[in-house]
């Protein structure tokens, strides 16, 4: 049995994290609404593109954030603490084309918004490598 490429060992070990995530409750009681959410499919496209977004851990942070709640203030992300508003606003708006969040913005504020459906289909194909 040959070793695996880097790539598979990085699906590997994002597929526990997120487990180890859904099982403590991180990404919210609304995940377990799947009744609710439309089933989606991703291209690879897509799929390739959150992998990449999500395996930056403050981007993951901010995903986890996002998700524990039904929407939020972008100014309220515990990441302002420690990084720049143009940094925050950079991976705004890379897990934005990614599709994993939507932004609705109010006057001159914004509203963030898990895409759930989007993440379930992200989760779904992970789990299926």
Avoid: W
Wanted: proline share 2%; with cysteine.
């Amino acid at each position: 049995m040959g070793s695996r490429s880097p790539m598979m060992r990085f699906f590997d070990s994002l597929l526990r994290r997120v487990a180890s995530y859904s099982r403590k409750g991180i990404f919210g009681t609304a995940m377990k609404k799947k009744a609710t959410s439309k089933r989606v499919s991703l291209s690879e496209e897509q799929f390739q593109a959150i992998a990449r977004v999500l395996g930056d851990a403050r981007r993951l942070a901010m995903v986890q954030q996002i998700a524990g709640s039904e929407g939020m203030e972008c100014s309220a992300l515990r990441v302002h603490e420690y990084i720049s508003p143009a940094t925050v606003s950079h991976h705004m708006k890379e897990l934005s084309e990614a599709g994993l969040v939507e932004i609705r913005r109010s006057g001159r504020g914004a509203n963030l918004f898990l895409c759930r459906s989007v993440f379930d289909a992200y989760v779904r194909r992970l789990a299926s490598l």
